[in-house]
């Protein structure tokens, strides 16, 4: 009975190691089989290139099919200087505005110092254009101008950095008068006019005395509903309006409204007049002056000497009597006058005309 236990138990044994043995060889002569059936396969498709040889030439392939897709990506996609950006309206309220200024009249600064304080962002002519936003208005500023240098030199210094804290789209243009004959602010106005539409669409025509800075930058200088007189409280006049129907110094209307009266008399030789005239054709046309209030509207006036040729016309006063009159005739729509230069430099356009002189 043990013997017949001992013979199985080692047939059991023989017969596992046969087995193992031959699985042994089953898998030995199977990977071969695989190795050789794969080379073979490659080496057909391949010819002398071996298996890492092809994997490496697969790579680099695709690699340089990402690199021309992600170039002809770039090509199609637009630049950051090619895309345009529409700009939106600037505020009504600017907000770099500081409110009351010191206005110090420097007889020691001179036209370099000007330039180098206040050329930069300024385009040839006295042009400026805010850069983040489209202003709301096109605004002329016009100065009748005849000797007065060193004033134009302090107006510059401190208006153009107001206009550019106000967000203005503007150009200054000084409009000289030629020789030395009677001086006629209201003709040279006239003359401004017509020479800024020359050069660009404006729809508002502010209109200054070169002597005149204000004293608060919330004083904007642009249009409104009605023609709007700035210039309210001059220290000359101790910060006060002179009188109800003053229209001096600095002023605003809109195109629409300069044609409605028919512009400024042409008439008015002299000092004197002129102001009370254009006054009188605001509400001759059914329109009031607006103002605004008493502190935001001071002005400091640079001390001068009354020009030569500029004395008071004794005419003056009674042309006053006629204007409702003499304003269909007297104005735009009347005027003559020739252009004898233009000068354009980076803070303003200089224009020196030849008005004629009094009839």
């Not at 400024?264 to 046309?285: A, H, Q, S």
């Amino acid at each position: 009975m043990a013997g017949n236990f001992k013979r199985l138990f080692n047939f059991l044994v023989l017969f596992s190691f046969v087995s193992v043995a031959c699985f042994v060889l089953v898998l030995f002569y199977s990977r071969r089989s695989f190795v050789v059936i794969v080379s073979e396969k490659h080496i057909l498709t391949l010819g002398n290139k071996t298996f890492s040889g092809m994997v490496k030439e697969q790579v680099a392939k695709l690699l340089e099919r990402r690199i021309k897709a992600s170039n002809k990506s770039s090509e199609m996609a637009p630049t950051p200087s090619a895309v345009s950006l529409t700009l939106g309206p600037c505020p009504e309220n600017p907000p770099d505005l500081i409110g009351p200024l010191l206005v110090e009249f420097d007889f020691g600064r001179t036209w370099e110092h000007v330039r180098k304080e206040v050329s930069p962002l300024l385009q040839k002519g006295g042009r400026f254009k805010p850069k983040d936003c489209v202003a709301k208005q096109k605004v002329a500023i016009i100065i009748p101008f005849r000797n007065r240098h060193e004033h134009l030199k302090h107006w510059l210094y401190y208006l153009h950095p107001i206009l550019k804290r106000q967000l203005v789209d503007y150009g200054v243009y000084v409009i000289n008068q030629d020789g030395e004959g009677v001086f006629n602010r209201a003709k040279l106005m006239n003359a401004g006019y017509v020479e800024a539409l020359k050069e660009y669409d404006y729809d508002c025509f502010l209109f200054s005395d070169v002597d005149l800075v204000p004293l608060n930058d919330r004083n904007l200088y642009r249009c409104f509903d009605n023609p709007r007189h700035l210039a309210i409280g001059m220290d000359k006049f101790n910060f006060d309006l002179p009188y109800k129907t003053f229209f001096g110094g600095v002023a605003s209307l809109y195109k629409h409204q300069y044609l409605k009266i028919n512009g400024f008399p042409n008439t008015y030789w002299g000092w004197g007049g002129e102001d009370d005239d254009i006054y009188k054709r605001i509400v001759l046309r059914g329109m009031q002056v607006s103002r605004p209030d008493l502190l935001t509207g001071r002005y400091r006036m640079i001390k001068h000497q009354r020009d030569a040729h500029n004395d008071p016309n004794p005419k003056n006063p009674d042309k006053l009597f006629q204007t409702h009159w003499t304003m269909n005739a007297d104005g735009i729509n009347s005027l003559k006058y020739t252009v004898k230069n233009i000068e354009k430099d980076i803070l303003y356009t200089f224009i020196t005309v030849d008005i004629g002189s009094p009839e």
